[in-house]
């Protein structure tokens, strides 16, 4: 009987301890406390910006990446480094700013972009005008993200929508010609 015990105390301690260590999600750290009560800062809206805008610029610089590989059109390889670069910078903004009000990013359900079925073999010309799709497609969705965050409560957030709003805009503009 002693041993039973003592075998279950064990296990437990060794429960506690392996699910205290759970603080984060890849390199990312996060306090214990946010991971198990998932109490953020941020109002709903705000918490569906980060997360919202997260999920589609990551798509979006996996997108360019492939189209700057295999792409054949020099004008959507260069749209797609522009983009590239342009995300990057609004995904280290919207880390930021959502580390600043206790949102967890990157968040465990978030996938990456897997390309359709046949896309994958696709000719260059194809997978150019696929990306054009997609861009303008991810692009209007951000850009809807970001009217709404600026009417947001938060200062910051807001301050930094109304900022990117204007280069969002001239993007969508350049990938509506390019398609």
Known sequence: MNRKIALFGLSTFACVLSMSSCTSVGEHKASAELYYTNITKADTEEYRFYRTVYQLANEEIEFANIIS?????????????????????????????????????????????????????????????????????????????????????DVSVRKYAKEALPVLEKSIEETKTLL
Do not use: W
């Not at 059109?73 to 995300?87: D, E, F, G, I, P």
């Not at 696929?130 to 951000?142: C, D, P, R, T, V």
């Open 69 to 153: 590989q295999r792409g054949s059109n020099t004008s959507v390889k260069s749209l797609a480094t522009n983009l590239s670069t342009q995300y990057k910078d609004v995904l280290a903004k919207v880390q930021e700013l959502a580390t600043k009000s206790d949102v967890l990013i990157p968040f465990s359900a978030m996938h990456s972009l897997e390309l359709p079925a046949g896309l994958d073999s696709a000719q260059a010309s194809i997978l150019d005008k696929e990306f054009l799709k997609h861009s303008l497609h991810n692009q209007e969705a951000i850009l809807h993200q970001f009217e709404g965050a600026a009417r947001n409560t």
